[in-house]
């Protein structure tokens, strides 16, 4: 019935969760200014911690020559107690 100021279509599942579990327990008003408020508070990650990682690792190894990564690269998944690495595709 309400229209919501803030644009929920570039907000991801659980954010959505919380905008609208703020809007229910204290009102649209005041649960949209505190949900902006939480977003700007929360820091956007520049990347993955497990990919810089994994790069951090293999740079080496390719710039001595002894690691060679072709056009489109390879795909690093878990698997049973391993690390399956296999080319992308």
């Not at 907000?11 to 229910?24: P, V, Y």
């Not at 009102?27 to 408020?37: L, N, S």
């Given at each position: 019935m309400s229209s919501h100021s803030i644009d929920q279509s570039g907000?991801?599942?659980?954010?959505?969760?919380?905008?609208?579990?703020?809007?229910?327990s204290v009102?649209?008003?005041?649960?949209?200014?505190?949900?902006?408020?939480w977003m700007s508070s929360q820091t956007a990650e520049d990347g993955d911690s497990s990919a810089e990682l994994i790069a951090d690792t293999l740079w080496p190894l390719v710039?001595?020559?002894?690691?060679?990564?072709?056009?489109?690269?390879?795909?690093?998944?878990?698997?049973r107690g391993?690390?399956?690495v296999e080319p992308a595709g």
């Open positions: 907000l991801t599942k659980g954010q959505l969760r919380k905008l609208n579990a703020l809007c229910k009102g649209h008003e005041i649960g949209e200014r505190a949900f902006v408020e710039q001595d020559g002894s690691l060679r990564i072709p056009r489109g690269g390879y795909r690093v998944r878990r698997g391993r690390i399956i």
